[in-house]
């Protein structure tokens, strides 16, 4: 099974600022990654794909990179809908799905 | 706009048995992978079970040989049957439709999710 990691768990931000959040995986996935936003109370929300094909409907200041093992989603200018848990998941070998812990972005 | 609802979740004692349901619009189930993940409260996302389009099925270690995941083309309804519940089962249970990259051909991230329904175990 392969293990996601993320970093860090906790992430505040002043709104307006930008962030840059982390995921490893325990083993290659190649470009098999995924990124979800989560609000409280609400479900998870696709945001990219494909390691960095934002998902549709998705504003241009959500960014993805990375490829095997280490991967980077880049919120710029963080708007304050952009607050919530940011989870990554790893579909390259599956399965099991596996996602990471989740980063939490707060307000600073 | 594809969306989807599930429900049937409750409080129950360990050792119960539930079944989950999940109703999709603007697609079918019977075309596509479609998939049960868990939230415990206060927890990440934990994946539960999968059922291709073809009918195989897997599932997590922590629900295999208790949870079983099925579909019903003619009510175009997904659902978990859910057995020999435990504590540790409590969670909001959420279905989602398995999306496919045109441009690289994999498969395996989650494009639409329900809002969950919240299954409580627990004497």
């Known amino acids: 099974e392969i293990v996601m990691t993320q970093s860090p768990a906790t992430l505040s931000v002043s709104p307006g600022e930008g962030a840059t959040l982390s995921c490893r995986a325990s083993?290659?996935?190649?470009?098999?990654l995924a990124w979800y936003q989560q609000r409280p109370g609400q479900a998870p929300r696709l945001l990219i794909y494909g390691a960095s094909t934002r998902a549709s409907g998705i504003p241009a200041r959500f960014s993805g990179s990375g490829s095997g093992t280490e991967f980077t989603l880049t919120i710029s200018s963080l708007q304050s809908e952009d607050f919530a848990v940011y989870y990554c998941?790893?579909?390259?070998?599956?399965?099991?799905?596996?996602f990471g812990p989740g980063t939490k972005v707060d307000i600073k | 706009e594809m969306q989807l609802v599930e429900s049937g979740g409750r409080w129950i004692q360990p050792g119960g048995s539930l079944r989950l349901s999940c109703v999709p619009s603007?697609?079918?189930?019977?075309?596509?992978?479609m998939t049960w993940v868990r939230q415990a409260p206060g927890k990440g996302l934990e994946w539960v079970s999968v059922?291709?389009?073809?009918?195989?099925?897997f599932y997590a270690d922590s629900v295999k040989g208790r949870f079983t995941i099925s579909r019903d083309n003619s009510k175009n309804s997904l659902y978990l049957q859910m057995n020999s519940l435990r504590a540790e089962d409590t969670a909001v249970y959420s279905c989602?439709?398995?999306?496919?990259?045109?441009?690289?051909?994999?498969?395996?991230?989650?494009?639409?999710w329900g809002p969950g329904t919240l299954v409580t175990v627990s004497s």
């Open positions: 989602a439709n398995i999306a496919y990259d045109v441009s690289t051909g994999s498969t395996g991230f989650f494009d639409s």
């Open positions: 998941q790893q579909y390259n070998n599956w399965p099991p799905f596996t």
């Open positions: 083993q290659s996935v190649r470009g098999n």
């Open positions: 603007g697609f079918t189930v019977n075309d596509n992978y």
């Open positions: 059922i291709y389009g073809g009918g195989d099925t």
